[in-house]
């Protein structure tokens, strides 16, 4: 069975700095893709970042950026010039072709200082 | 164009009653997934719904059900609540059903507390 693991319960980061919120999974499938979703107070759960795992190239959107081992199983969220709108729960999440649901980590709740 | 909507935001209800949340898709998506969110467990899976038919269903009690109407609209179900019941629930709706290609786009969910 597919898990995905986030091993910090919680983050701090001050504003304008870099962080690095870690995320390892374990599959046996070859054609799958890794989500960070983003979930501030509001609830709303906001797609911030996807890769396919078949890429070898990081995927990046602006400020946020992944580092993805495959080998290792890792998918790392990187944000650069954090901002106090960056304070929320980041879920790391895997699909697959044989999953056909989203298989959730247990979040990293990141808060930003000023 | 509209995010996913769900109504109503906030719920209260007591032990034994049952629920009904609703769920509109981005137009043109034609699946919706449920998932319930709490502290103690996460976010898990409910179901999934594609043309009006439930194509996959988590490990919950048939206390929870739904059904998609043809404009691929959704309604969950709860009935005989439990005070384990309190929870966030989120839907999510996708162009096809969730794979590796149909992105799932989240609504901002119903809290749902049972006393």
């Known amino acids: 069975a597919q898990t995905v693991t986030q091993s910090q319960p919680e983050m701090s980061v001050q504003e304008a700095e870099t962080v690095t919120l870690s995320c390892t999974y374990d599959t046996s499938e070859s054609n799958y893709y890794l989500f960070w979703y983003k979930q501030p107070p509001s609830r709303q759960m906001i797609l911030v970042i996807r890769q396919e795992a078949y890429k070898q190239q990081n995927a990046t959107e602006n400020r946020f950026s992944v580092n993805f081992q495959k080998a290792a199983k890792s998918f790392s969220l990187k944000i650069s010039d954090s901002q106090l709108g960056d304070t929320a729960m980041y879920f790391c999440a895997f699909i697959s072709s044989n999953t056909d649901k989203l298989i959730f980590g247990t979040g990293t709740r990141l808060q930003v200082f000023p | 164009k509209a995010g996913v909507t769900q109504t109503p935001r906030y719920l209260i209800k007591t032990r034994g009653q049952q629920v009904t949340l609703s769920c509109s898709p981005i137009?043109?998506?034609?699946?919706v997934s449920w998932y319930q969110q709490t502290p103690g467990q996460g976010l898990q899976f409910l179901f999934e719904y594609f043309s009006e038919t439930q194509r996959n269903k988590g490990n919950f009690p048939g206390r929870f059900s739904g059904r998609q109407f043809s404009n691929s609209r959704s309604e969950m179900n709860v009935s005989t609540l439990e005070l384990g019941d309190s929870a966030l629930y989120l839907c999510?709706?996708?162009?096809?059903?969730?794979?590796?290609?149909?992105?799932?786009?989240f609504g901002a969910g119903t809290r749902l507390s049972v006393l």
């Open positions: 137009s043109g998506h034609r699946s």
């Open positions: 999510a709706s996708s162009l096809g059903p969730p794979n590796t290609k149909n992105i799932q786009y």
